[in-house]
């Protein structure tokens, strides 16, 4: 998948993005009352990387590791994948382990993961 596709897919799946939508017009339409868009600017998706976008959407039947520098959005990409995960889930119960090294980043990852999951509800 080219990046537009991969930002087009996970869109469909986690924000309910119509078919067809740039994802200018799904903030647009969505974004005033999607808790996940509502106090951004743009769609928090389309602006990810290349590199976030392949994270997010890798086989969690491998192991991936993701690295960058403070303040590259680590956080809100594994938020991200760990909601891509939680929606994808096909049968209760489910769980998910995210490992970190501060309460405070598992709070944010926890909050994250939430709002990126609750837009799809």
């Known amino acids: 998948m080219n990046r537009e596709e991969k930002i087009e897919y996970l869109a469909r799946s986690i924000c309910g993005k119509s078919s067809g939508a740039t994802p200018l017009e799904c903030h647009s339409s969505l974004g005033r009352?999607?808790?996940l868009c509502s106090d951004y600017?743009?769609?928090r998706i389309a602006e990810k990387?290349?590199?976030q976008l392949d994270y997010v959407?890798?086989?969690i039947e491998n192991c991936v590791f993701l690295k960058a520098c403070p303040g590259s959005?680590?956080?809100e990409v594994v938020g991200l994948?760990?909601?891509f995960e939680m929606m994808r889930w096909k049968s209760?119960?489910?769980g998910i382990a995210v490992l970190t090294f501060t309460n405070n980043a598992a709070k944010v990852i926890e909050k994250r993961a939430g709002q990126f999951a609750g837009a799809g509800k």
Do not use: H, R, Y
């Open 81 to 83: 994948k760990a909601a």
């Open 57 to 59: 959407l890798a086989s």
């Open 73 to 75: 959005g680590k956080t």
């Open 41 to 43: 600017e743009t769609c």
């Open 49 to 51: 990387s290349e590199e």
């Open 92 to 94: 209760t119960p489910g």
């Open 33 to 35: 009352t999607n808790p």
